[in-house]
């Protein structure tokens, strides 16, 4: 299971969205498995009912895994 760790602390103001930092992974199990929970992840971020936090770092590794 890719590993998904939440940046936002419990101190969250009412409403806000949560916010995760994601890795590669979390975006290649979202491929192979849209019913898995990193496909859910990503679909709530596209969604607005979270933010998903990417690094340019991340974005070059997952070209790289990708093709």
Request: glycine residues 4%.
């Amino acid at each position: 299971m890719p590993f998904v760790t939440s940046v936002v602390s419990d101190r969250r103001a009412v409403g806000e969205r949560p916010t995760f930092v994601v890795d590669t992974n979390v975006f290649v199990a979202a491929v192979t498995s849209r019913d898995g929970v990193s496909a859910r992840l990503l679909l709530a971020a596209r969604t607005g009912r979270c933010r998903v936090i990417v690094s340019p770092l991340l974005l070059d590794e997952l070209s790289t895994v990708l093709h």
